[in-house]
């Protein structure tokens, strides 16, 4: 005797409209989120030393200042696996919105703050504090985002769909710096110190209204609505994914480590080296320079995520990191001629190494991870990596400069040999491999289940 066991709903037939607002909603928020985000890590190099720990001395205050934007990444892990407890139960929408608010929410108080001339000690303290709210809410959005925009990908175009939420980190960084680079040309050095550096941080308000009503109109991931459809929850994803995946979680950190590294560079310290008080190079002219970068990084991200649908996520991975290793030394050489145009062509062409070492990642780390634990996986991989690579990436940069530009440059070489060795052990033939749970897929090719 048997009977008929419900098979899951297979998936609607691709709606190119429900297609473009998920690339939107993931983008425009990744965008939103990334530029809060940034614009912490600008402003760090630029005026936090002087206004929240200046009785630390010149140095002092600006490796406190570059801790302080470190510190928020080891909070980034328990963002991580809270929202992909969260996601992996719940969805990825709601996360998503979630740690959109949390991180708009931050910025905007940050741009309230009274200064350590007003409040002594407990403006250090609030901020910090604040940073930690940023990180644990950055902890979350990249998982949510990658795999909303991932699942929705028709096979054979996951790179090109991942790479959606990818680009929106060049574009915050461009949105960042270009707000930045207004505000900074339209007062002078004592309006900007005095009140002027907290327009940016206001702004968040407008632009996280924006974000959010995008990301509302966003369907859930069909992949996920389908693991709803063959069971009503999982019992323990998070603890399922360390006792069979912790490998794949390692490997995600160690590949993301060096271009989040390399990138903490561009988005933060490049700028101070070239800047008044390391080449000579006036703020505007830095921040001209970062903003080419930021363009570069932008259109290498997006051809990165396309080409790795031709040649291989791996492939592509390897040549980004193999072109790191090899433009460390000649990226210095231009820089140290403190000319805008020379420095700005040597961070353009970093770019042609960061882009395809990050376009591909939410394809490839999609496809590490089964669907039950999927979110989990790649936010905690993620998270991990962002200690290991760009967590104190400008502080360790500020303190090997002091020995000679050329320890810089070798630590770029080391942490992306590091990153490129990662990349060579993932397994072979994960690309494009189904991303539904296998349960899933054995019910829909034998939906009639005999009965006990």
């Known amino acids: 005797m048997s009977h008929t066991v419900a098979a899951p709903a297979l998936p609607a037939a691709r709606d190119p409209?429900?297609?473009?607002?998920?690339?939107?909603?993931?983008?425009?928020?990744?965008?939103?989120?990334?530029?809060?985000?940034?614009?912490?890590?600008?402003?760090?190099?630029?005026?936090?030393?002087?206004?929240?720990?200046?009785?630390?001395?010149?140095?002092?205050?600006?490796?406190?200042?570059?801790?302080?934007?470190?510190?928020?990444?080891?909070?980034?892990?328990?963002?991580?696996?809270?929202?992909?407890?969260?996601?992996?139960?719940?969805?990825?929408?709601?996360?998503?919105?979630?740690?959109?608010?949390?991180?708009?929410?931050?910025?905007?108080?940050?741009?309230?703050?009274?200064?350590?001339?007003?409040?002594?000690?407990?403006?250090?303290?609030?901020?910090?504090?604040?940073?930690?709210l940023q990180g644990f809410s950055a902890g979350g959005e990249w998982g949510g985002a990658a795999l909303l925009a991932v699942e929705h990908a028709p096979r054979g175009r996951r790179g090109l769909f991942g790479s959606a939420p990818q680009i929106g980190v060049p574009l915050g960084m461009i949105l960042a710096t270009g707000v930045l680079f207004l505000v900074r040309s339209n007062m002078t050095e004592e309006q900007f110190l005095t009140w002027g550096w907290r327009i940016p941080f206001l702004l968040?308000?407008?632009?996280?209204?924006?974000?959010?009503?995008?990301?509302?109109?966003?369907?859930?991931?069909?992949?996920?609505?389908?693991?709803?459809?063959?069971?009503a929850a999982e019992s323990a994803p998070l603890g399922e994914l360390f006792r069979g995946h912790t490998k794949e979680v390692l490997l995600a950190a160690v590949i993301f480590a060096a271009n989040n590294g390399v990138g903490y560079l561009l988005i933060a310290w490049f700028s101070k080296y070239g800047g008044p008080r390391g080449l000579g190079m006036s703020s505007n002219e830095v921040l001209t320079a970062s903003l080419v970068g930021g363009v570069g990084w932008f259109i290498f991200t997006l051809l990165g995520g396309w080409i790795s649908d031709r040649i291989g996520r791996k492939l592509t991975f390897v040549l980004g990191y193999a072109f790191l290793i090899a433009w460390a030394f000649p990226l210095f050489q231009l820089l140290n001629t403190a000319s805008l145009p020379l420095f700005a062509l040597g961070l353009f062409v970093m770019t042609l190494g960061l882009g395809p070492s990050y376009g591909p990642q939410s394809a490839?780390?999609?496809?590490?991870?089964?669907?039950?634990?999927?979110?989990?996986?790649?936010?905690?991989?993620?998270?991990?990596?962002?200690?290991?690579?760009?967590?104190?990436?400008?502080?360790?940069?500020?303190?090997?400069?002091?020995?000679?530009?050329?320890?810089?440059?070798?630590?770029?070489?080391?942490?992306?040999?590091?990153?490129?060795?990662?990349?060579?052990?993932?397994?072979?033939?994960?690309?494009d491999r189904e991303l539904h749970d296998e349960e899933v897929v054995a019910t829909r090719s034998n939906p009639v289940a005999p009965s006990a």
């Open 364 to 431: 490839m780390y999609a496809e590490m991870f089964p669907a039950r634990v999927r979110f989990s996986g790649v936010s905690i991989g993620y998270a991990i990596g962002t200690i290991i690579g760009g967590a104190f990436a400008p502080l360790i940069a500020d303190l090997l400069v002091e020995h000679g530009w050329e320890y810089v440059a070798w630590y770029i070489v080391g942490i992306s040999a590091l990153s490129l060795t990662a990349v060579l052990l993932v397994p072979r033939g994960i690309q």
């Open 204 to 231: 968040s308000v407008l632009l996280i209204v924006v974000g959010y009503l995008i990301r509302k109109a966003v369907e859930e991931s069909p992949v996920f609505k389908e693991m709803q459809q063959l069971r």
């Open 17 to 132: 409209r429900e297609e473009r607002k998920v690339l939107a909603g993931t983008l425009v928020g990744t965008t939103i989120e990334w530029y809060d985000f940034f614009i912490f890590a600008q402003a760090t190099g630029l005026v936090f030393a002087a206004l929240f720990f200046a009785p630390m001395g010149e140095s002092g205050a600006q490796i406190a200042a570059w801790v302080t934007l470190g510190i928020s990444f080891l909070v980034r892990p328990l963002g991580a696996v809270i929202a992909g407890h969260m996601g992996d139960r719940f969805g990825r929408k709601l996360v998503l919105s979630l740690t959109l608010i949390g991180m708009g929410l931050a910025t905007t108080l940050i741009g309230l703050l009274p200064t350590y001339a007003q409040i002594g000690v407990w403006a250090p303290i609030l901020l910090v504090l604040l940073r930690l």
